[in-house]
């Protein structure tokens, strides 16, 4: 996904119980960017447009600087959750 308001992105599998897995993508916005989430969605194509996508100021990363995706994907289920008990989750805010 190529947008001016994001400096990364990172997609990946998040479990599903109708569909098995879907897709979620982390961002990170560029420096006083405020993207908006549903903007996002509305700019990809529908084909290969996550069906979530959760803002944070960075992504996880190890000691050596590889993004630890079982944490992205644990974000994205929480929030998923969240939303569907009705919790506000920080993402909400952005």
Same mark, same amino acid.
């Given at each position: 996904?190529?947008? &001016?308001? $994001?400096?990364?992105?990172?997609?990946?599998?998040?479990?599903?119980?109708?569909?098995?897995?879907? $897709?979620?993508?982390? $961002?990170?916005?560029?420096?006083?960017?405020?993207?908006? +989430?549903?903007? !996002? &969605?509305?700019?990809?194509?529908?084909?290969?447009? +996550?069906?979530?996508?959760?803002?944070?100021?960075? &992504?996880?990363?190890?000691?050596?600087?590889? $993004?630890?995706?079982?944490? !992205?994907?644990?974000? !994205?289920?929480?929030?998923?959750?969240?939303?569907?008990?009705?919790?506000?989750?920080?993402?909400?805010?952005?």
């Amino acid at each position: 996904m190529h947008h &001016q308001n $994001i400096a990364d992105a990172v997609v990946v599998r998040v479990p599903d119980a109708t569909w098995g897995q879907r $897709i979620g993508a982390v $961002i990170v916005p560029r420096p006083a960017a405020h993207p908006d +989430p549903r903007e !996002l &969605q509305a700019h990809g194509r529908a084909s290969r447009t +996550p069906d979530r996508i959760t803002v944070l100021p960075e &992504q996880p990363r190890t000691p050596v600087g590889e $993004i630890v995706r079982r944490d !992205l994907t644990a974000r !994205l289920v929480h929030d998923r959750e969240a939303h569907s008990t009705g919790m506000k989750t920080p993402a909400d805010s952005s």
